[in-house]
């Protein structure tokens, strides 16, 4: 029986990290770069659970975890609110038509 190692959960998170990085780089949406950082933390999440559970740190892992859920939702909430303001103001959200956000 083949069992799921640390590396099949580190080649995971890589591909989640590598994924989110190219997402926030490149796209211009707003909402796009923030999808893009939302896999970066969850692939940061899934390293700290995958050490946790393989290297046996102990409660650490998951309580971080939960600390990036958390800073998440949080980022996703003011995120989202500047992005709703983009909406409403210059009728658009591509984050490079937007010159700042002064009132």
């Known amino acids: ?3 799921l190692g640390i590396t099949h959960f580190l080649v995971l998170s890589s591909l989640l990290f590598s994924i989110g990085l190219v997402c926030a780089l490149t796209r ?5 770069i923030l999808i893009g950082i939302e896999l970066i933390l969850n692939a940061a999440g899934l390293n700290f659970v995958a050490f946790s559970r393989y290297g046996n740190f102990g409660i650490e892992g998951p309580v971080f975890t939960l600390f990036i859920i958390v800073l998440a ?3 996703a909430v003011v995120a989202l609110a500047m992005i709703f ?3 409403k103001k210059y009728k658009t959200v591509d984050v490079d038509r937007t ?3 002064r009132g």
Do not use: G
């Open 1 to 3: 029986m083949n069992s």
């Open 28 to 32: 211009k949406n707003a909402l796009s």
């Open 73 to 75: 939702a949080a980022e």
């Open 85 to 87: 303001t983009l909406q």
């Open 99 to 101: 010159d700042s956000l």
